[in-house]
T-cell receptor, first 116, second 115 residues
């Protein structure tokens, strides 16, 4: 079963507007972490934002915020005031404590294009 | 200087050849990981290592082996490369322990093509 689902293969947004990238997850653990990474066309993976499952407030990092709805198991990324440099692939990922590995499970990504 | 480096950055090889991808880090992290990325599939874990003596298989370890030569170095080998191992390979590191975030830091990636 898919642990991380990103249902939007591609998204377009006008420069200076806000955009929401969807992410739903599946876990039976009570303690877990959710991450968003950005991958520009150059290929590197850039950490954007983190949300812990016990965090009561939604995470924010500059223009990035995470709309965390625990009961719905969703962790959507909101980018405010989009810039041309935001055009990239965005990956949602989850880290679970069960099992011995603290690795990440990634979604398939959303390609965001910011239009001038 | 980059905290996580990978060599080579690009490699073209032929079916059946042995190839090694190398990863070095200066972040002082105990944990290191190897992922591969294929279009439309996100990143998938190949192997991970919690310290020099602790190496574990990930989701897709068949056809790969690893070596943790030191805390700072983690190599991935393809013993006999095949075309479906053509992909972008990432090394990553993270802190150990019960820290809240402990995000993984990624190297720049190695683009491998197997002909």
């Amino acid at each position: 079963a898919q642990k991380i689902t990103q249902t939007q293969p591609g998204m377009f947004v006008q420069e200076k507007e806000a955009v929401t990238l969807d992410c739903t997850y599946d876990t039976s653990d009570q303690s877990y972490g959710l991450f968003w990474y950005k991958q520009p066309s150059s290929g590197e993976m850039i950490f954007l934002i983190y949300q812990g499952s016990y965090d009561e407030q939604n995470a924010t990092e500059g223009r990035y915020s995470l709309n965390f709805q625990k009961a719905r198991k969703s962790a959507n990324l909101v980018i405010s005031a989009s810039q041309l440099g935001d055009s990239a692939m965005y990956f949602c990922a989850m880290r679970e404590p069960s099992g011995s590995a603290r690795q990440l499970t990634f979604g398939s990504g959303t390609q965001l294009t910011v239009l001038p | 200087d980059a905290d996580v480096t990978q060599t080579p950055r690009n490699r073209i090889t032929k079916t059946g050849k042995r190839i090694m991808l190398e990863c070095s880090q200066t972040k002082g992290h105990d944990r290191m990981y190897w992922y591969r990325q294929d279009p439309g599939l996100g990143l998938r874990l190949i192997y991970y290592s919690f310290d020099v003596k602790d190496i574990n298989k990930g989701e897709i370890s068949d056809g790969y082996s690893v070596s943790r030569q030191a805390q700072a170095k983690f190599s991935l080998s393809l013993e006999s490369a095949i075309p479906n191992q053509t992909a972008l390979y990432f090394c990553a590191t993270s802190l150990a322990g019960a820290g809240r975030r402990n995000e993984q830091f990624f190297g720049p990636g190695t683009r491998l093509t197997v002909l």
